[in-house]
């Protein structure tokens, strides 16, 4: 049957089907529960327990459709990876909705039997981490199976059999779509099923499909669609169930500037799962030449956070031209449930081939790390005025041990409790930390990954570290 979608029209009225009650920064067994619950009184789902995480928490399974060709999605087996669970539930919320869309569920409802395990690893999910509770990586435990959640993800996959897998995952920041500077807002993968990477009729179904996806979201993104790496990773759903003739499509929730709280992915990710249940019910993918797919741009890694050009280091009386590369890894604290960030320097040297999403070109300024406030603080509201500090090229003072609590702080400067021997440095994976001088005068300053331009009011640095 031949359906014209018109896709850009269902972004417009894409608030009908936002679940507000998610936020994609992180998102919990809690937050999900409800919706749940909400979900099992509405008939066109079949909710079961599909089984318990290590520590109780209840994994779920939701159906829908009457349709012989089977679908089995899942999202957040790695929990710190939420996106595509929002955008999950914005599809049922699609499905329970009647607008003029209606035609488009119907022909998916008839042809296709759908089940999403949204949350595979609650556990992880609660500590905002990759792993499940006892630190396996459920990605990883495929062919094992000691986790209940892998398990569980092999028993509903051996009962339902189904033909195709949406395996749905957040990848960092740092990818690009090709060597172009643009970030992959979207990657794909069909996973191999040998070291050889072979295209047997089941990967070769996963290829067509990734390729359909590709041409409705160049609609929205162009150039910023990736495909990742192929490698054979054995120990993987992807690549373990390909091996098993379930064509699986990875699905990575990427990066795109401007759009920290993830949204337009989001947004992105819902547009993708309609896309591949309509190109499986039409079987449109069919048509589709599978060699198609290795148009679509690789995955590199050549973004930084900040990237800083042209500055000179100095170094037994010498000078030497280099770039610096810096990136920012997002924490969460369970203490008090905020994010916080912790900034290092990823490489130093020429990296004319690398894209900052913060670039700053330099040519003639010094760095230098940053000073030390040497005189010991015992409360950090003693410092009065943070500008003249850093102005003046500190970035770190001394603290009353007593005083420190955690290993970062809200302040814009980085601590050291006073005990501590500490030496910042221009060093690969130490804290970006530094300052950069026009003569004799510090013009932007570092701290904790954060660029400041000192002549500017705009205030950029969201948190400093504590070191121990
Ligand atoms: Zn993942």
């Known amino acids: ?55 109780g928490r209840e994994i779920f399974y939701i159906a829908l459709g009457n349709g012989s060709k089977k679908i089995l999605a899942w999202s957040q087996m790695h929990g710190d990876e939420p996106t595509a669970t929002a955008a999950l539930f914005d599809t049922l919320n699609f499905f329970s909705q009647s607008d003029e869309y209606t035609f488009i569920r119907n022909e998916i409802l008839e042809k296709l039997q759908i089940i999403f395990i949204p949350m595979l690893n609650p556990d992880g999910a609660e500590r905002h981490q990759r792993e499940n509770k006892i630190n396996i990586d459920v990605n990883r435990d495929a062919s094992r199976c000691i986790s209940p959640e892998s398990k569980l993800l092999w028993q509903i996959a051996e009962k339902f059999k189904p033909e195709f897998g949406l395996n749905l995952h957040d990848q ?148 030497f031209k280099v770039d610096i590369g810096i990136n920012r890894e997002k924490k969460f604290n369970l203490k008090n449930n905020q994010f916080y960030y912790k900034g290092k320097i990823a490489e130093i040297g020429d990296l004319s081939i690398h894209h900052g999403i913060e670039e700053y070109d330099l040519p003639g300024y010094h760095v230098q790390p940053v000073r030390i406030f040497e005189k010991e603080l015992k409360s950090i509201d003693e ?49 970006a930390n530094l300052s950069l001088f026009w003569e004799n005068q510090v013009d932007y300053i570092v701290i904790n990954g954060f660029i400041e331009d000192i002549s500017e009011q705009k205030k950029s640095i969201l948190n400093g570290i504590v070191i121990s």
């Open 1 to 55: 049957m031949e359906i014209n979608i018109d896709y850009k029209k269902i972004l417009n009225d894409y608030d009908r089907y936002y679940e507000n009650s998610l936020n994609t920064a992180r998102i919990t067994h809690s937050d999900i529960l409800p919706l749940i619950n909400e979900i099992k009184g509405n008939n066109l789902f079949r909710v079961e327990n599909a089984g318990k995480s290590i520590e």
């Open 172 to 319: 960092n920041s740092y990818y690009t779509a090709g060597r172009a500077g643009n970030s992959a807002a979207i990657s794909m993968l069909a996973p191999p099923f040998n070291f050889d990477k072979s295209i047997n009729e089941c990967r070769k179904k996963s290829m067509q499909v990734i390729s359909s996806i590709y041409q409705t979201l160049t609609q929205f993104i162009p150039g910023q669609i990736g495909r990742y790496k192929d490698d054979h990773e054995p120990r993987s759903f992807g690549d373990t169930f390909t091996g098993n003739n379930i064509s699986t499509i990875l699905i990575e929730s990427g990066f795109i500037k401007n759009d920290n709280d993830k949204n337009y992915i989001r947004k992105m990710n819902f547009i993708s799962l309609l896309s591949v249940f309509l190109s499986i019910a039409t079987e449109d993918y069919k048509k589709i030449n599978e060699m198609d797919y290795f148009s679509i741009p690789e995955n590199e890694t050549l973004l930084f956070d900040l990237l800083l050009r042209n500055l000179f280091i100095s170094e037994n009386g010498k000078e």
């Open 383 to 431: 410092i009065k005025d943070y500008e003249k500090m850093l102005y003046n090229g500190y970035g770190f003072v001394k603290l009353d041990p007593f005083a420190i609590d955690n290993d970062y702080t809200e302040c814009k400067i980085n601590i050291i409790p006073s005990y501590l021997k500490y030496e910042p440095s221009i060093t690969v994976d130490e804290y």
